[in-house]
Structure formats: structure tokens, C-alpha cells
């Protein structure tokens, strides 16, 4: 049992949107071999009530209170010079005092990065071995961004994504080695890192499958007779969820309701932002935070992840794959996840007349829904464990060992 330093940028539970569904099973598998020290952030006040959850899961915890308003005004000092907006958005003095406090007090073996704006905290402790899960390549998220906005947000998401990849690069060249969602993003970072070779790996994302599966007895939140829905999960004050949330809406859904009258697009998730909330019409619920988004997915006619700027394993595919539903999603996040030409249930489509097309093939034979949900099901059961995924990590732990 090895003394381990976790650092994760917003607190990993409750899992209830991507990177907190990964952040919080490394959490559960780490704690089940080793002694945690958790240094982490709560944005979101209602997250508070589960900081006692995840303080049983740690030998320490610490929590600083980020105040995003405050992190933004702080974050735009880099732009006097050449750092990236990421770090000083993710930099607490607190912070820095427990991680030097923490290491007078015990000896740690490994620091464990979840994200990499945590790296900064860890390079305070160069003697101390340390693994990275940079999950995307979030350098490249920003120059994707810079693509589909107008100035200045493009000559600012132009600006992160160089400084952010050149910082990037110095925390993989400092890492024993450095993780990655899918093979994909582990190439794009070595192709754009390429003194970086051989120091990188993929952990693909995985679901708890035994949480996401059907239950006849689950009651459907949808007027069974009156409605046809289809359903979009995440958190919706991300921007590439804002933008399918829009896209769906007000480009997609249109075309299909002159012949689909009983159409409703639920778009479920916490935090829905200003103009996701204007979305709301009688074709458009907008539910905002759900105390359990199983039933929704569960109910849907179809799963929509209509997604133009993603990257990686979405774990909002996974859990409707799980739940046995057919989805229709990007070209580009159907290969993150089926990398053969097996049969998936997931349906790809990239633009608006794809999914119309993908949507009315559907609703045409209700009775494919169920072959497609179980293909997609069988799928993350043989492919999609968290505890296999993750051992990836636990050998390079073993070969560090205690100190």
C-alpha cells in the first residue's frame, strides 16, 4: 500500500458529468489499494453536501473554494504574458500550503494528476514521482474553439491552446508517463509532442454498468401517448453541449416536425447556461438538474449527442449505450468508442441531414430499437469495464513502489 497524492480540479463526486465520472472511479480504485491524500476544488456550492462522501474515501482531503467569477478575473493576469489562462484560473495559495505541508508530514510515494491544470501543484514535490491523466488533450480543445468563434475569442482560444500545449508538454516530459482517453488523443499529443514518444498511454473511459441498465419497473418522467422524445444528457454549461443543445434545436428538430408532430427534445443536464435555457418551447424541455438521469434515457425513443467540437470517450454515449438505447452521435465519437467494424447500436451523423435522416430511420421501425439497445449494451459490458481500464495505471504505480 503505497502513500498517494491525488489532485483532481473540481471534487469527484457526485459523478454526474464526464470528467467527475472519471476522476471519481480513479478515486474509488486508487482508495482500494492505497492511502489517499485528495487535494481538489468545489465550483459548484450544491456540490458541498458531498464533500463528506468523498472525505470517507480519503485518508486526507482538502477542498479549496473556487469562486468562478473570481478564478476568471484572476486567470486574465497571464494575458501580461506567455502562461496560460488555465493555470492561474486553478491557482490557490491553500493549495500550495497543504501539498508542502502534506509532504512534511508523510512520505508520498506517487502524485496522481487528474487534468492538467493540477500539475502545477505537484511540481512543487520534483523529487516525488508522478503519473498525469491528461484525459484529452485540452490544448487542442481551445485551437478547436478559436475555429468556430470570431475575434477576439478566437485570438484568446488561439492564444490558450498554444500556451496551454507548451505547458503540457513540459508536465508529460516531467511525468513517469502521461494518460489519455482513446489511442486517438494519445497520438494527436506525441504527434504534437513528439519528443513525448514512449512516455504516453491510453486509459479509455468506462461505465458502471450495473448502475446504468434497464429496469422494467423504473417509471418514465414522458406521457407515453402523447410524445415522442428524444433525449440529450450532459452538463449543460459546456460549451460543446451548449452548441448541440443549439445546433439540435433550432437546425435539426425543425425538419423533423412537420411529419413528427409528437416530437420532444428533452435536454437533460445540471447548470443549463442563459441560452440553453431560451431554448425552452413546447418541443424543447429544458429539465436542468435531475435527480436521476436513468429514467430519461431509459424512456427515450432515441439518444442524441449531437456533438461538432468533442473529443475522447463521451461517458454520456456510454451510460445510454448501457441503457440499452440506440444513439446517434458524431462520426468522430462513434470511432472513440467502436474501433472495429462490429455491429454497436451507435449511429453516426455529422450533419443536419444525417441526423434527420438517422432520427426518421428510426421512429420508422420502433422494433429496432431493441437488437440496437442490446448490441450497444453487450458492447460496454465486454469493452467498457472501469476496474480493467484502469489497471493500466496500477503498473506503473507497482513499479514505482513505496518510497
Known amino acids: 500500500m503505497a502513500n498517494l497524492l491525488y489532485l483532481v480540479h473540481r471534487l ?12 471519481y472511479h480513479l478515486l ?21 453536501v458531498h ?27 497571464a494575458l501580461l504574458g506567455e502562461q496560460a489562462l488555465t493555470l492561474r484560473y486553478y491557482r490557490d495559495a491553500g493549495m500550495n500550503a497543504w501539498v508542502d505541508q502534506l509532504a512534511s508530514r508523510h512520505a508520498i510515494d506517487a502524485v496522481v494528476v487528474f487534468s492538467s491544470a493540477m500539475a502545477q501543484y505537484a511540481q512543487r514535490l520534483p ?21 468556430q468563434h470570431r475575434w477576439p475569442m478566437s485570438w484568446l482560444y488561439r492564444r490558450e491552446g498554444e500556451s496551454l500545449l507548451a505547458y503540457e508538454r513540459s508536465v508529460a516530459l516531467q511525468a513517469r508517463r502521461s494518460f489519455f482517453v482513446t489511442d486517438k488523443e494519445s497520438a494527436l499529443f506525441t504527434q504534437l509532442a513528439p519528443e513525448c514518444a514512449g512516455r504516453v498511454d491510453t486509459i479509455s473511459n468506462g461505465v458502471d454498468a450495473d448502475f446504468f441498465s434497464p429496469d422494467a419497473s423504473r417509471p418514465s418522467p414522458f406521457a407515453a401517448t402523447q410524445e415522442l422524445p428524444i433525449v440529450f444528457t450532459g ?20 425538419r423533423l416536425l412537420p411529419t413528427h408532430p409528437k416530437l420532444r427534445f428533452y435536454v437533460v443536464g445540471r447548470s443549463p447556461s442563459s441560452e440553453v435555457k431560451a431554448l425552452a418551447s413546447p418541443h424543447v424541455v429544458v429539465t436542468g438538474t435531475v435527480p436521476d438521469v436513468r429514467p430519461y434515457l431509459q424512456g427515450a ?22 441503457m440499452a438505447r440506440p444513439v446517434l452521435t458524431s462520426t468522430a465519437c ?29 421512429l420508422a421501425d420502433p422494433q429496432r430499437a431493441q437488437p440496437d439497445g442490446r448490441l450497444a449494451r453487450e458492447l460496454v459490458l465486454a469493452q467498457y469495464s472501469w476496474r480493467a481500464h484502469l489497471a493500466g495505471l496500477d503498473r506503473h504505480l507497482t513499479a514505482i513502489g513505496p518510497q
Open 12 to 23: 469527484p463526486y457526485p459523478p454526474n458529468k464526464g470528467d467527475k465520472v472519471r476522476s
Open 28 to 48: 474509488k480504485h486508487l482508495a482500494a489499494q492505497h492511502q489517499v491524500f485528495l487535494g481538489t476544488f468545489v465550483d459548484d456550492p450544491q456540490d458541498e
Open 51 to 77: 464533500v463528506p462522501t468523498v472525505r470517507d474515501l480519503c485518508a486526507e482531503l482538502h477542498v479549496a473554494r473556487l469562486r468562478p467569477r473570481q478564478a476568471k478575473l484572476r486567470s486574465a493576469w
Open 127 to 147: 523529487q516525488i514521482p508522478m503519473l498525469v491523466d491528461f484525459v484529452d488533450v485540452d490544448s487542442a480543445k481551445w485551437s478547436q474553439y478559436a475555429s
Open 235 to 254: 452538463a449543460m454549461d459546456y460549451w460543446p453541449n451548449i452548441d448541440a443543445a443549439i445546433w439540435f434545436s433550432k437546425d435539426i428538430l425543425p
Open 301 to 322: 425513443r432515441i439518444v442524441v449527442a449531437p456533438l461538432r467540437v468533442a473529443r475522447g470517450v463521451q461517458n454520456k454515449i456510454l451510460e445510454a449505450m448501457a
Open 334 to 362: 462513434k470511432q472513440a468508442i467502436v474501433t472495429s467494424g462490429a455491429p454497436s447500436g451507435l449511429h453516426e451523423a455529422d450533419t443536419e441531414a444525417d441526423y434527420v435522416a438517422g432520427i426518421e430511420r428510426l
